[in-house]
């Protein structure tokens, strides 16, 4: 599985990448590299616009084939700074660091944090969405479907907050890995991830499989992927969509025709739909 380059404007113009970070709108305050855990991994940036709030907040969760990438890579929500939301993005264990399920403990430890900490940089504690491509996008899905799988809680501080998020943005994210092709040596990105062979891991496969945990209280869900996408296949995001709707629950495939893993995704028009997402079910 391929890393891929995510533009940093996303949803609105003006944002762009510089040297030492970001180029914010006027008025944005940055709190970056704020520790959520113990391990060097366990931190993330907030950006919360001009104004008193309290603000929806969209938390970004970068990919990288779960072995690679940063928040500080590129968060590709930042655009939404100038429309009303605090953004967020956050880095987590690798699995060259610890295998599955320390990944998702680590993004639902970033939710429970920042909900712990909603008053100091005016979010609204319920009004959370998140956002992620690759496997950022499979990280997000799982936060959306396993919201009250407290299995997948770990062990973090703010235990007893909620984890749970209001909707979701899903770029071309994977669901099930067992479909995926295994190398001899096992080195592929998710034989990392699993520690060893889907095939041979068919329980930890399960349990890092967004489509396991879907029950009718799910958040929506917006997926997004290309037709030519040739690093994550289209029946990823069908198996998901499918078995979101099955499950009674509010999902969108959107299938960009030429699109790739990443490249055709990320349009000026498209990111219109994607804040609209958003506003649909974050704004009062």
């Known amino acids: 599985m391929r890393r891929f380059a995510i533009p940093i404007l996303f949803l609105a113009a003006g944002v762009a990448s510089a040297q030492k970070g970001p180029k914010l709108p006027d008025g944005v305050t940055a709190d970056r590299d704020v520790a959520y855990g113990t391990h060097e991994r366990q931190k993330l940036d907030v950006y919360v616009p001009k104004g008193d709030g309290p603000f929806p907040l969209v ?8 072995q690679g990438g940063s928040k500080d890579g590129g ?4 655009g939404l700074l100038t429309q009303g939301y605090a953004v967020a993005s956050t880095n987590y264990r ?7 399920p320390a990944q998702i403990h680590d993004v ?3 939710v429970r944090f920042l909900r712990a900490n909603a008053k100091k940089y005016k979010l609204d504690p319920d009004r959370f969405g998140a956002a992620g491509a690759s496997a950022g996008g499979h990280l997000v899905a799982l936060i959306g479907t396993s919201g009250d799988v407290t299995d997948l809680d770990g062990d973090g501080p703010h235990k ?3 984890s749970k998020v209001s909707c979701v943005l899903d770029f071309f994210g994977p669901t099930d890995l067992s479909k995926f092709p295994t190398t001899p040596n096992g080195s592929s990105p998710i034989e990392k991830l699993l ?12 349990k890092a499989n967004p489509i396991t945990f879907v029950s009718k209280g799910d958040p929506p869900v917006l997926i997004v992927h290309g037709d030519k996408d040739p690093t994550v296949p289209l029946s990823q995001s069908e ?3 499918e078995a979101l709707k099955k499950g009674g629950v509010d999902s969108t495939l959107k299938v960009i025709p030429g699109a790739q893993h990443g490249p055709g995704v990320f349009t000026p028009e498209l990111s219109k739909e994607y804040a609209a997402f958003f506003d649909k079910h974050l704004k009062k």
């Open 59 to 66: 938390l970004w969760v970068h990919g990288g084939a779960w």
């Open 75 to 78: 968060n590709a929500a930042l």
């Open 94 to 100: 690798l699995s060259q660091h610890a295998a599955f």
């Open 108 to 110: 639902k430890a970033a």
């Open 160 to 162: 007893g907050v909620s």
């Open 195 to 206: 520690g060893g062979k889907a095939a041979d891991k068919k329980d930890l496969a399960a």
């Open 239 to 241: 198996l998901l969509h």
